[in-house]
């Protein structure tokens, strides 16, 4: 299994390159996600895709839809594409500790 | 030891549309928006019945082919009996909701905004005497197909 070093400490990946692990998780680590993803920078924008993606997991068990985001997370699909320029329902799964989101939309 | 992927990913595809029922259209916008999300750059030729994907009076309105379409599994005389038609497009519409799959006008609009740029063929608007404002906004421009080999260079064309 691959596995990634933050401050020292050795954290556990799955084959997507997502936390294997979600309890792993912290702000930290997800700035050093988003830089993996060429995000250097996780504004306000940023964590309000990233918090909701949370929500709906811990929730529901996958990560929303793009469509879902568009309508409830308050960041419209353009913006999401600007913030997430390499996908923004996958990247942002990433950057909130998630499992790559299974749905199609 | 790991296996080396020696494989480049798919970096842009050029979906063509032809088909104007439901069944004809959806595939395409679903394969155009999953390549936005996987961060593939993606863009939408519609062509022939294609066409009623983007037109404004149309786009919301297609049905699903009751007659003629095997998959429906259905006879063709009942098939063909009034309302058949309208109620497999009500029922394949409820299920998609069900899967968030939007109504065709909000999608083509959320691909649009997802950067995927939507073409129109050349041949067909003139064929049908078609008009810049029968389109929805969404429409980038009217193009021959020369133009859209042009614009394809370099990705994958799926004719749907």
């Given at each position: 299994m691959e596995t990634m070093n933050v401050t020292g400490k050795a954290i556990q990946l799955d084959a997507d390159g997502h936390l294997a692990n979600r309890s792993d998780w912290n702000e930290d680590l997800a700035r050093e996600l988003a830089a993996q993803e060429g995000i250097p920078d996780l504004t306000p924008q940023h964590w309000t895709v990233v918090n909701f993606m949370r929500k709906v997991f811990e929730k529901e068990g996958d990560a929303p839809s793009i469509r879902r985001l568009t309508k409830?997370?308050?960041?419209?699909?353009?913006?999401?594409?600007?913030l997430f320029p390499k996908?923004?329902?996958?990247?942002?799964?990433?950057?909130?500790?998630l499992p790559k989101p299974k749905g199609c939309i | 030891?790991?296996?080396?992927n020696t494989v480049e990913p798919i970096q842009k595809v050029s979906i063509i549309i032809s088909h104007g029922s439901l069944e004809g259209v959806y595939p395409g916008l679903i394969m155009a928006n999953g390549a936005r999300m996987e961060g593939i750059e993606a863009s939408l030729f519609f062509t022939f019945f294609g066409l009623d994907a983007i037109i404004k009076k149309r786009m919301n309105s297609l049905k699903v082919a009751t007659v003629g379409n095997p998959g429906m599994h259905m006879p063709t005389l009942l098939g063909a009996l009034p309302g058949m038609s309208a109620f497999a497009?009500?029922?394949?519409?409820?299920?998609?909701?069900?899967l968030d799959i939007p109504p065709i006008g909000e999608f083509i609009a959320m691909i649009h905004d997802a950067g995927c740029e939507i073409y129109a063929c050349r041949a067909?608007?003139?064929?049908f005497h078609l008009k810049r404002e029968d389109f929805c906004d969404e429409m980038d421009e009217v193009i021959s197909v020369g133009q859209f080999y042009e614009k394809a260079a370099g990705a994958q064309i799926i004719f749907t």
């Open positions: 409830e997370s308050g960041v419209d699909t353009k913006t999401l594409y600007q996908g923004p329902a996958k990247r942002a799964a990433k950057i909130a500790g | 030891m790991t296996q080396t497009t009500g029922m394949m519409k409820k299920e998609m909701e069900k067909t608007v003139d064929m």
